[in-house]
């Protein structure tokens, strides 16, 4: 991939920084968006370190005119966009032992709201505003960050797992709409409950770390049109589609 445009949102921290790490390593020139602005700065350095083009960008996908103004500021700083990766995201770790979310019939709109325009509403902006640029390079690819959950009587995921399902969603008909540019939409299934750097160290002690990963959304950044509107995740060392 080397001299290729990513856009990484949420590469801050967790799984988003371990994606920028592989598309730096790759030879990519990385842009970072996200709001968590002191860390942002602490992975770009990293991806320099790396000999990787590492870019910083405070961006808050929930705000149109912050998003338009990343992917303007990404295209004038390297000309195009080859790959977008929707990541930003609201998460309930709960697999790390912290409190889980409320119930529905406890949550607060406002926090239904906040996870539902980060989550869904980041993608649907950071792709909306991307999707102009690769049409009318005829290239590029969005790959968006899928993750599910079973229904459980204790609750507190329903928000986070409608989120993602609507990802999904939005994946196959975005697929459809740019399949004649020539852009490939995905999304990608980390595979497995994450302890990132974050994580309590007993968590990261018994769970995968983001290495889990390992170089995933890269072949993502790759796949065919063939592919393109589906689920895919890593099974073998290669990209198979998940049911």
Known sequence: MAGEIVIVTGGAKGVGRYIAHTFAK???KVALADVDVERMERT???LRALG???LAVPTDVRNEDAVRAMVDRVASEYGRIDVLVNDAGIVPH???GVPRWPRIRDMELGFWSRVMETNLGGTFLCTKHVLPRMEAQRS????NLYGGGAPTSSGGACVYVVSKEAIRVFTQYVAEEARESNVCVVAVNPGAAIATEDAPEEARQRMPG???VENRFVLAARAGMDLSGKLLT???GR???EE
Request: charged share 20%.
């Open 52 to 54: 990787a083009d590492g």
């Open 239 to 241: 990209l198979v589609v």
């Open 94 to 96: 709960f697999a790390w």
């Open 140 to 143: 590029g690819h969005v790959v």
């Open 210 to 212: 983001p290495e889990f």
């Open 234 to 236: 890593l099974q073998d």
């Open 44 to 46: 770009a350095a990293e």
């Open 26 to 28: 790759e030879g990519a």
